[in-house]
């Protein structure tokens, strides 16, 4: 049970953690730092949280890859329920203490964006509906097959932050100006929920493309990484 307990409080940790850093450089330092900034504040913030809390949950910190780590078998529903729970309380109060901490700021705006997602005119580009579950889908696909390649248990060890970090830096170089970025129910929820009702209404898609993209690479990693097979098959004959 106190194991349990330590994996929940992890994945909460972790979530609020990554709101309050990497979503906080979008809302306090966006003009500064731009969108390269924050796509590699969000990948090293990844990077430090997976050594940090790996051993301990996995350090999933988004529904998206715990329910891929569910579809591979490599836990339980009971847990990953759990792991969800924990990851939403998580964003939502990380999203928080960012909103208090924002307030703080002279002339400072959260109504509307405050690092929320979106799509139509909530959208840099203005991508479509489509156009924006079509991106968050494959985006999520390529997050969450990396995460599974990289890992063999529900635990990370030893250099597979690196790629994990480094993805999900990558994905959101691109996502940015599209959705703002999310890939993460967890990351889009706490935001949306003190960015308002417009944000609140769009919350749907980066809750149902995320949570597809995850799937799909789940369903995608057991062809090209099944069960048993040699780490070094690539170099068999």
Known sequence: METETRKIVAEFL??????????????????????????LCFGFTMLALVYSLGPISGCHINPAVTLGMLMAGRMKVRTAVEYWVAQLVGGIVG?????????????LKTDGAFGSNGYGDR???????GGAFLAEFVLTFVFVFVFLAVTDRLTITGSTGLPIGLALAGVYLIAIPLTGASMNPARSLGPAVFAGTSALAQFWLFLVAPLVGGAVAAYAHRFTHPVGLPAAEADRV
Request: negative net charge; without cysteine; hydrophobic residues 60%.
């Open 95 to 107: 999203a928080a203490i960012l909103y208090l901490l924002a307030h703080q700021v002279p002339g």
């Open 123 to 129: 959208s840099t580009l203005h991508i479509t509906t």
């Open 14 to 39: 972790g979530t609020l953690l990554l709101v309050f850093v990497a979503v906080g450089a979008a809302v306090l330092a966006g003009e500064y730092i731009g969108a390269f900034g924050i796509a």
